[in-house]
């Protein structure tokens, strides 16, 4: 009975341990792309309410411009969620500032907020994407900035 049980798990992870090689789906066909060799290391998300999840982040003059842009699959489809601005607080991130966003089919937003130089702080969206009865719950990170 334990051997039932363990064979799985064991056969799965040889495969894992085995394999040299890196796939990503890429949305665009139903074949996977080798990208063990790219030097890009993020791997392109599949969506079927969503076709676009960004998020940005500008400092300058002491003022952060969080930005985020949502485009869904489909014109109708309900957009809602939140943008925040966040700061770098040991190995966390803390918000600092969150504004609501909502939208029918796409969302660009940007927002300003006035921070204190030196802080380390990033831009977060996390959104929900209905279409059809079906939701997609999404977050995208901007890079961490330092502000000076």
């Known amino acids: 009975m334990k051997f039932k049980r363990l064979l799985p798990a064991a056969i799965a992870a040889s495969l894992v341990l085995s394999s040299q090689t890196a796939y990503a789906y890429t949305g665009t066909s139903a074949e996977l792309t080798d990208v063990s060799g790219s030097e890009e290391s993020d791997i392109i998300c ?3 309410n969503t076709s676009t999840v960004v998020s940005d982040l500008t400092i300058k003059n002491g003022v952060a411009k969080p930005s985020a842009v949502v485009i869904a699959s489909y014109e109708s489809a309900d957009i809602s969620g939140e943008l925040y601005l966040q700061k770098k607080v040991g190995s ?9 966003i909502s939208g029918t089919g796409s969302i660009s937003t940007q927002k300003s907020y006035t921070i204190i130089s030196g802080e380390t702080y990033r831009s977060r969206v996390v959104i929900d994407v209905e279409y059809n009865g079906h939701s997609e719950h999404i977050y995208a990170n901007s890079g961490s900035v330092t502000a000076s």
């Open 46 to 48: 599949f969506w079927s």
């Open 92 to 100: 966390r991130w803390e918000r600092v500032k969150t504004w609501d």
